[in-house]
């Protein structure tokens, strides 16, 4: 079992930026978590289906969206077990629960972001993009 936590979403402008933060841990006592390969970041707006926004392997590896290439950076920390989304240029369609997600354990990243691969969720940070 993953746990996952996220924070650091928030209310911006449009054309702004914002930067979220997971931090995952394993449920079992002294599990370790190199075993936690591939990591993502979903987002799920009001009446839309939850999207993919990017992932990250433990290896480095990573794989945006078409539509956040450019404006979204993923990054992960392996010591300090942390994920992050750092996000700029937002627009107001952005607006949406943020997810960090990861994929079972020992099993990498693809180039597809899909919802069904991820097995482990967090409860989601909320991104309102309003002027």
């Known amino acids: 079992q993953v746990d996952l936590v996220e924070s650091g979403g928030g209310s911006v402008q449009p054309g702004g930026s914002l930067r979220l933060s997971c931090e995952y841990s394993r449920s079992l006592y002294g599990a370790s978590t190199s075993d936690i390969y591939c990591l993502g970041w979903f987002r799920q707006a009001p009446g839309k289906e939850r999207e993919g926004v990017a992932s990250?392997?433990?290896?480095?590896?990573?794989n945006y969206a078409d539509s956040v290439k450019g404006r979204f950076t993923i990054s992960r920390d392996n010591a300090d077990n942390r994920l992050y989304l750092q996000m700029s240029s937002l627009v107001l369609e952005e607006t949406a629960m943020y997810y960090c997600?990861?994929?079972?354990?020992?099993?990498?990243?693809?180039?597809?972001?899909?919802?069904?691969?991820?097995?482990?969720w967090g409860q989601g940070t909320q991104v309102t993009v309003s002027s």
């Open positions: 990250i392997g433990r290896d480095g590896t990573i």
């Open positions: 997600a990861a994929r079972p354990l020992w099993t990498p990243c693809t180039t597809v972001i899909e919802r069904t691969s991820f097995t482990y």
